[in-house]
């Protein structure tokens, strides 16, 4: 039998997610993906909900896909598809006391995705380069663990104000940025600000996933995103969209918001706030 937690008062967390095709595409290479579980059985979220972390965790996804004719929009799909069969596993060993468990399963559930996908682009013509961004938050109670490929991105807007990206792209732009030798104006506007160098499949012979934690408390917000949103949005009209009072949910905000400025990309979102 599994240890009881012992956790008084629970935390509880609100969602909100959303994903659009934008102006320009044909087709929406985005996914996300909401789940509760524990060490038996995962269930999927919809788009707006809350729940409590006192018997089971949840986890958050976001993917952005990559690749000619359906491809991206396959790759997205199996990427946050596959993250519904390691986390029971995680679960189950976090209630045992094997802490390391999560950070060991985080970086073996993006090595499983990369190798499906870069079997599927070995043997089928049109899946040749098929790849992914993943960006993925897994809530136990008083901690977010993260993991990270890609450009996609994990802010952080702690509850006393101020954002932080945990996240850190996979770009050269994303480098420079990070050592201060761009601003956000100049990154944004780069022509190479897209230009992966590491993602899930992709034709990648490896994957290094970034991986973290951050200790949450009550006020709290996490937001995933793809960079449809940062293609319309700086950093701080994120954190404003994010902040300011709506009877519409942060993320259809969030979302409508970035479309609205650009466009040109896929856009998707989830927001978390922790209450």
Known sequence: MLPQRDISPAPRLRWSGLSDIGKVRKNNEDAFLGMTFDA???HLLGKLGEASLKSADLAFAVSDGMGGAMAGEFASRITVEKITHLLPRAFKQAAAGIESGRTDVLAELFAQIHRAMSYLGDCYEECRGMGATLSL????????HFAHVGDS?????PAGGGMKQLSEDDTYVGWLLRNGKLTEYEARNHPARNRLQKALGGGNQFVDPQVGAVAFEKGDTFVLCTDGVMDGLFDNAIADCIRTPDTIDPAQRLVRAAVENSGRDNTTAVVIEVL
């Open 137 to 144: 938050c897994w809530f136990t109670p008083g901690w977010m």
């Open 153 to 157: 991105r994990i802010y952080y807007l």
């Open 40 to 42: 038996r059985e995962a």
